[in-house]
């Protein structure tokens, strides 16, 4: 290549490198890989042993008397003949015969027919699997396989681990590896560290190109995983820089209104309270209260379980924001919970001198301009809404204290959106997020790495038990009929569905269901119906009674898994449960246990995958919050971060939580540093690109570094 050239090797589209074809980019593509520093970062998935290639005779006796050998083996053959076994639907087989200078080869490939198209016979082919023998033929079943173009031999490894790389049908990874093999030396002569090597040398982490180098080509399993352990460094690091240099922002950039706090305000709140808080309520507010008394901006999140008692910890922080005539905001994810949160906390401040207003979307256009302008003009004290209050028009006269309900909708974006009409750019409002789901250790660092944590690890007292059965389909009319004798004692249940109409999948329906059991297990009983569908006006109309002990049983959607209170309910039916998650059943079944009388949580479901089985076991064992949002992540797995898909940060390509737990940790700790050192990391421009690059937009760090 000309002197000219040589240092665009990683621009270097992959379609422009010779013998890549149409085809073969369109699904590089598909992987991610455009252009060649796509393609370098596209790292191993996993080493496998290289054997080296052996004859067919060689395998034979290698294999000897066994049945099947886990190695791996190579060999080097020629297709003598090649046929369609069978296929069944999207299963299939392709059978073929190949030989070399000392016996044949049977090779099978088990549901991968494109196979078929790719090969003919007098091919040369480089095939590596594992060796079995049956019916005392030797065979090998779905060996990954490669065109042996004479005169361009493949010299993979030069020691005994051959990468392996997520492939797909166009892009297999042995013509990956092959791509790489091409590219590599002058690639990697252009990637430039972003990290200083003083640093490198305390972090015993290699310079970047050698990392590539060493996950591309270990000679040792500990060759590869020094590679990747630098790699996965880099993408927790950055993340943690963003965050960090976030946080510094936010500490030491912005301001928020510095709010009081007394015994006396404290008592005359409790006055309005029919109730003595816990332990861990006071505990809370005191630690939210020590925040919003200083001019730092809070961040902070307050996890507890379902019925935990947040809201009222919540009207603390509002309080505090009025007694300084300060505004506050209080947002809901669902109208039905902004509704609720606006009842009770229009009753407990009742007589009060706080004005309070409901801005959600189904307001009419003049009463919403109304409630906008009063707002605007700090005539309401305390909003409640939902996210209908993101809207560019809402704009306060002086809030001081913006609070997320977000239950466990982790939305990290939304956040901090609500302004004042002030010109003081560096002012934000305190905030607060509260969450029924905690957020598991190794997350907590991770996205959600800027916000202080309090948590309500105690309930209020007199709550009851909930039981949690799960029962087969066949046998509902069992849990109708005794939901029927509770609501003869008096008491009320809800029954969930996952549709508000019925569609051609056979699922329940919340109105048709309704009907159904008024009709048939339920007779007799005051059936009604609530979704998200309805008008917001009757669908409290139909809470009201429901709440009045008026409707015995109320049919819904997940509208009510959030917040709903009606201590009289006792009984919990879900039908079709293995379609719900599993955060989403705790909160569902969090409706129920809130007064004297035991709850029952009936989960209808005959679950059919894996997924399934394991949530519906989890919510059947524990009734402890901070347990099942561990096992949500165990089942889930770690590339569903949540509220990282919602946040649109990219998941990690070489890290792995929990697994480089530990790492993370190392990175955050270095980050801290860096940034107390350099806040705006202009020590390393190099690596500012690259924060700006991956988290400029997502983190928001535009206006701040
Ligand atoms: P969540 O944490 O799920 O939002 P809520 O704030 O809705 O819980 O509280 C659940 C119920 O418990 C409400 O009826 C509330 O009035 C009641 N409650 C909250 N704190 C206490 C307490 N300290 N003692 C008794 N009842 C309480
Ligand atoms: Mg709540």
């Given amino acids: 290549?000309?002197?000219?050239?040589?240092?665009?090797?990683?621009?270097?589209?992959?379609?422009?490198?010779?013998?890549?074809?149409?085809?073969?980019?369109?699904?590089?593509?598909?992987?991610?890989?455009?252009?060649?520093?796509?393609?370098?970062?596209?790292?191993?998935?996993?080493?496998?042993?290289?054997?080296?290639?052996?004859?067919?005779?060689?395998?034979?006796?290698?294999?000897?008397?066994?049945?099947?050998?886990?190695?791996?083996?190579?060999?080097?053959?020629?297709?003598?003949?090649?046929?369609?076994?069978?296929?069944?639907?999207?299963?299939?087989?392709?059978?073929?015969?190949?030989?070399?200078?000392?016996?044949?080869?049977?090779?099978?490939?088990?549901?991968?027919?494109?196979?078929?198209?790719?090969?003919?016979?007098?091919?040369?082919?480089?095939?590596?699997?594992?060796?079995?023998?049956?019916?005392?033929?030797?065979?090998?079943?779905?060996?990954?396989?490669?065109?042996?173009?004479?005169?361009?031999?493949?010299?993979?490894?030069?020691?005994?681990?051959?990468?392996?790389?997520?492939?797909?049908?166009?892009?297999?990874?042995?013509?990956?590896?092959?791509?790489?093999?091409?590219?590599?030396?002058?690639?990697?002569?252009?990637?430039?560290?972003?990290?200083?090597?003083?640093?490198?040398?305390?972090?015993?982490?290699?310079?970047?190109?050698?990392?590539?180098?060493?996950?591309?080509?270990?000679?040792?399993?500990?060759?590869?995983?020094?590679?990747?352990?630098?790699?996965?460094?880099?993408?927790?690091?950055?993340?943690?820089?963003?965050?960090?240099?976030?946080?510094?922002?936010?500490?030491?950039?912005?301001?928020?209104?510095?709010?009081?706090?007394?015994?006396?305000?404290?008592?005359?709140?409790?006055?309005?309270?029919?109730?003595?808080?816990?332990?861990?309520?006071?505990?809370?507010?005191?630690?939210?209260?020590?925040?919003?008394?200083?001019?730092?901006?809070?961040?902070?999140?307050?996890?507890?379980?379902?019925?935990?008692?947040?809201?009222?910890?919540?009207?603390?922080?509002?309080?505090?924001?009025?007694?300084?005539?300060?505004?506050?905001?209080?947002?809901?994810?669902?109208?039905?919970?902004?509704?609720q949160h606006y009842l009770t906390i229009v009753q407990l401040l009742e007589g009060a001198n706080v004005t309070c207003a409901l801005l959600t979307s189904s307001l009419t256009t003049g009463e919403r301009k109304k409630i906008v302008a009063a707002i605007a003009a700090g005539e309401i004290d305390i909003v409640i809404g939902t996210h209908a209050l993101l809207t560019q028009d809402v704009i306060f006269s002086n809030i001081a204290i913006a609070i997320t309900d977000e239950q466990h909708r982790f939305g990290v974006q939304q956040r901090a959106l609500l302004r004042n009409k002030s010109d003081d750019e560096n002012a934000i409002p305190h905030t607060l997020v509260m969450t029924a789901t905690p957020i598991p250790r190794t997350l907590s660092l991770t996205i959600f790495g800027d916000l202080d944590v309090s948590t309500i690890n105690c309930m209020p007292p007199g709550r009851s038990p909930i039981t949690t059965k799960l029962v087969q389909p066949e046998d509902s009319d069992k849990v109708y009929s005794y939901v029927k004798s509770l609501v003869k004692k008096g008491q009320q249940s809800y029954v969930v569905v996952p549709l508000v109409e019925d569609t051609e999948s056979g699922l329940k329906s919340a109105v048709d269901h309704a009907a159904f059991l008024q009709s048939g297990f339920l007779r007799g009983c005051n059936v009604e119906v609530v979704h998200g569908r309805m008008k917001s006006v009757e669908r409290e109309r139909t809470m009201q009674l429901f709440r009045e002990g008026k409707v015995d049983v109320l049919v819904a959607t997940t509208v009510i898994e959030v917040g709903v209170d009606v201590p009289n309910a006792t009984i919990m039916v879900i039908e079709h449960a293995d379609r719900f998650g599993l955060a989403q059943l705790h909160q569902l079944r969090g409706r129920v246990g809130r007064g004297s009388l035991p709850g029952v949580c009936a989960l209808i479901a005959s679950p059919t995958t894996d997924d399934a089985i394991q949530r519906l076991e989890a919510i059947v064992e524990t009734t402890d919050g901070f347990r099942i949002a561990e096992r949500d992540l165990e089942i889930r797995g770690p590339g569903e971060l949540f509220g990282a898909k919602q946040s649109g940060i990219a998941p990690f390509r070489v890290a792995r939580l929990p697994r480089d737990f530990e790492l993370l940790r190392l990175a955050r700790e270095i980050a801290t540093t860096w940034v107390q050192r350099d806040p705006l990391i202009a020590e390393s421009p190099l690596l500012k690109a690259r924060l700006m690059k991956a988290y400029g937009e997502t983190l928001g760090l535009g206006d701040v570094a």
């Avoid at 992987?31 to 191993?44: E, F, M, N, W």
């Avoid at 099978?108 to 790719?118: E, G, I, L, T």
């Avoid at 993408?235 to 922002?249: I, N, T, Y």
């Fill in 1 to 339: 290549m000309p002197e000219t050239n040589k240092k665009n090797m990683l621009r270097t589209l992959v379609s422009t490198l010779p013998s890549v074809t149409f085809e073969r980019s369109q699904a590089l593509g598909d992987l991610g890989i455009h252009t060649v520093a796509d393609l370098i970062k596209h790292l191993p998935s996993r080493y496998e042993t290289h054997h080296g290639s052996m004859t067919i005779e060689h395998a034979d006796t290698l294999l000897g008397e066994k049945e099947r050998m886990n190695e791996l083996a190579t060999i080097e053959t020629t297709i003598v003949s090649i046929k369609p076994g069978w296929r069944r639907g999207k299963r299939s087989r392709i059978e073929a015969t190949a030989e070399d200078a000392t016996g044949t080869i049977q090779i099978n490939w088990f549901n991968q027919p494109w196979v078929a198209k790719s090969l003919h016979p007098d091919m040369r082919v480089r095939l590596h699997g594992s060796l079995s023998r049956h019916k005392n033929i030797l065979q090998m079943n779905n060996p990954r396989w490669e065109e042996i173009d004479e005169g361009d031999e493949l010299e993979l490894i030069e020691g005994d681990l051959r990468p392996v790389y997520p492939a797909n049908e166009g892009a297999p990874s042995t013509q990956i590896a092959r791509l790489i093999e091409h590219v590599y030396e002058e690639a990697i002569e252009e990637i430039e560290d972003h990290l200083p090597e003083a640093l490198r040398q305390e972090l015993f982490i290699p310079e970047l190109a050698s990392a590539y180098k060493l996950a591309h080509k270990p000679t040792t399993a500990d060759e590869a995983k020094s590679g990747r352990r630098r790699i996965a460094f880099d993408e927790l690091f950055l993340l943690q820089l963003g965050v960090m240099v976030k946080r510094h922002h936010r500490r030491d950039v912005m301001h928020a209104p510095k709010l009081k706090w007394s015994e006396e305000i404290k008592i005359r709140i409790a006055k309005r309270i029919p109730f003595t808080l816990t332990e861990a309520q006071d505990r809370v507010i005191e630690e939210i209260a020590s925040d919003m008394t200083t001019s730092t901006p809070m961040n902070r999140l307050l996890q507890g379980d379902v019925g935990s008692g947040k809201t009222v910890v919540a009207l603390h922080a509002m309080l505090m924001a009025v007694t300084c005539d300060a505004q506050a905001a209080l947002m809901a994810p669902t109208e039905l919970l902004a509704e």
